[in-house]
């Protein structure tokens, strides 16, 4: 068999969101992903996505196109095989563009397992046993309006409900917390996560109000350019802080871990650049004796489904944010992970991830192909 990359094909698609998803940097209407198909010369090939972030990523759906036509070219002719050497290719030849690198990354990924014929996870040497369960996201809304859906997904049996915070001044923040618990009562876990909309002043005063109210954990409560605050936050703070946007890389979690500025981390596939690099993000949080939580952007259950299978790898990721799929007023993806009523999410052991986009669906958008 050859195993050199004879093509590469790259699709930006759109899905509409059941309704805005709103945090503290603005709404998001539609996720707008772009989905990367690595083939080699016999049709075998591997899929992955990404979706591109603006206000986090400093990347969009057309930049990462125009980019992933660019990191298509220097991999065609590459042994599909020797992933290391492909990513270091796509890193060498550009800087940040974590999305995108996402995208080609798990593609790799997935196309690797399904040759030697295992499922992902087990290519990436975890097992099925580990259950992981999804939370659901409360937007950052008007009171009333958070409310109500934070009983509608208590009534729906979701094991753990995240709030979206990051308002100024943070006492706003504090009465939608206090309104929900009591809607909701106190024993339902809640993590927050107020994407750096806080100042210290603002975050040291809500974590404070905060305490009494079972918060699991709060996600990037100051900008992440800020460390000097988030260190000092992070020792003063009776409510475990979580790096988000402050950790993109392994060099980072290594940097904010150092400095005492964090005591857990969120790992993304779309921060770090892919699985490959999440590895190291997640090697270093187990080095440090540090737990991690895995979250998405606004992901399919393509994305969602190579996340899932990572997860089975690593036993400090015991935090589970998978619910972007819920959030999409259609599922375009065929295979893959599945939630169940209690909100269990599993894979099978199909070679690779697992997941593909329906033939159909993909046939309404644009497919940029180089060979």
Not at 45 to 55: D, K, N
Not at 67 to 87: F, H, N, P, S, T
Request: glycine share 8%; charged share 25%; proline share 5%.
């Amino acid at each position: 068999m050859n195993y050199r990359i004879k093509k590469i094909s790259i699709i930006p698609i759109q899905i509409e969101l059941n309704e805005p998803f709103v945090i503290s940097k603005g709404p998001l209407t539609h996720a707008r992903n772009t989905v990367v198909k690595i083939f080699l010369e016999e049709g075998q090939y591997g899929i992955g996505e990404c979706c591109p972030y603006r206000t986090i990523h400093g990347e969009t759906q057309d930049g990462t196109v125009a980019a992933g036509k660019d990191l298509a070219q220097l991999l065609i002719g590459q042994d599909v095989r020797e992933i290391r050497q492909c990513i270091k290719i796509i890193d060498k030849s550009l800087a940040g563009n974590a999305s995108i690198k996402c995208a080609f990354d798990m593609a790799l990924y997935d196309l690797n397992a399904k040759l030697v014929e295992l499922p992902l996870y087990r290519y990436l040497q975890g097992d099925n046993s580990k259950k992981i369960y999804t939370d659901m996201t409360v937007s950052l809304l008007p009171v009333e309006e958070m409310v109500k859906r934070a009983v509608k997904f208590k009534e729906d049996g979701f094991p753990v409900i995240k709030v979206k915070l990051g308002d100024r001044p943070s006492a706003k923040d504090v009465e939608r917390i206090a309104a929900i618990r009591k809607a909701i009562g106190m024993e339902l876990p809640i993590r927050i996560d107020a994407n750096q909309g806080w100042n210290y002043l603002e975050a040291k005063r809500a974590l404070q109000s905060l305490e009494a109210y079972n918060i699991e954990h709060c996600e990037a409560p100051l900008p992440c350019q800020n460390f000097i605050d988030i260190q000092k936050l992070n020792q003063e703070s009776p409510i475990p802080i979580m790096g988000d946007e402050s950790v993109f890389s392994h060099q980072d979690a290594y940097r904010m871990l150092a400095v005492d500025g964090i005591q857990l981390i969120n790992i993304k596939l779309g921060k770090a650049g892919g699985i490959c690099h999440a590895m190291k993000i997640a090697s270093v949080a187990q080095a440090a004796g540090v737990y991690c939580q895995v979250g998405s952007f606004s992901e399919t259950r393509v994305g969602i489904s190579a996340l899932v299978h990572f997860s089975k790898a690593w036993d400090n990721i015991i935090y589970y944010d998978l619910d972007s799929p819920l959030m999409q007023s259609e599922d375009p993806v065929i295979g893959g992970m599945v939630y169940h009523n209690d909100w269990e999410v599993t894979v099978d052991d199909s070679p690779g991830h697992g997941a593909d986009f329906d033939p159909e669906f993909l046939k309404k958008f644009p497919s940029f192909d180089i060979q």
